[in-house]
T-cell receptor
Framework: SQELEQSPQSLIVQEGKNLTINCTSS?????LYWYKQKYGEGLIFLMM?????EEKSHEKITAKLDEKKQQSSLHITASQPSHAGIYLC????????????FGKGTLLTVNP | SAVISQKPSRDICQRGTSLTIQCQVD?????MFWYRQQPGQSLTLIAT?????????ESGFVIDKFPISRPNLTFSTLTVSNMSPEDSSIYLC??????????FGSGTRLTVV
């Protein structure tokens, strides 16, 4: 089965600093999804990556999928307290099986 | 993208009782999914629910404990039966929504006492 490893597990940054979260898969990624979760709440969709080398940006968040499609990174520029939360990467296993496997998450704290 | 309304948002239940969680999607979706997120853990898929067929359960989850209904393309329920404190978790429903990937409900925080 597919496994996703996220690093770091937790991250504390000062407001205004840049940061990167990584997600590494044990198998080729067919679809890689980034979500943000506020404590105890549902998941907010951030971005979906499908092609090797693909890069997407939304506001101050950029996500990349490497050429080999086994690793993705999420980069936040000039972090703000509103960026705080748990960031989860999820992957689908391709084909007709649409279920997602998730990493364990990265807890981001942004200090003002 | 689709919006999923999930309720209840939280509940405190006595052990041995059952709780039914509802998810309503604002558009028709083929596949819906139910996840469990235990304290401090990531999401684990419980089952996939397609309209008109029985739910497909993941290893470690059984229908008697987590019966699921999917009466139409916009609605699904998950029941947590005969609850014990170990069932205390956040339960989330999700739907496959095309180019937006997978949309999630806001979650149900369940505490079993």
């Amino acid at each position: 089965s597919q496994e996703l490893e996220q690093s770091p597990q937790s991250l504390i940054v000062q407001e205004g600093k840049n940061l990167t979260i990584n997600c590494t898969s044990s198998k080729t990624l067919y679809g890689l999804y980034w979500y943000k979760q506020k404590y105890g709440e549902g998941l907010i969709f951030l971005m979906m990556l499908q092609k090797g080398g693909e890069e997407k940006s939304h506001e101050k968040i950029t996500a990349k999928l490497d050429e080999k499609k086994q690793q993705s990174s999420l980069h936040i520029t000039a972090s703000q307290p509103s960026h705080a939360g748990i960031y989860l990467c999820g992957a689908d296993s391709g084909g007709s099986n649409y279920k997602l496997t998730f990493g364990k998450g990265t807890l981001l704290t942004v200090n003002p | 993208s689709a919006v999923i309304s999930q309720k209840p948002s939280r509940d405190i239940c006595q052990r041995g009782t059952s709780l039914t969680i509802q998810c309503q999607v604002d558009s028709q979706v083929t596949m819906m999914f139910w996840y469990r997120q235990q304290p401090g853990q990531s999401l684990t898929l419980i089952a996939t629910a397609n309209q008109g067929s029985e739910a497909t359960y993941e290893s470690g989850f059984v229908i008697d404990k987590f019966p699921i209904s999917r009466p139409n393309l916009t609605f699904s329920t998950l029941t947590v039966s005969n609850m014990s404190p170990e069932d205390s978790s956040i339960y989330l429903c999700s739907a496959s929504t095309g180019i937006y990937g997978y949309t999630f409900g806001s979650g149900t925080r369940l505490t079993v006492v």
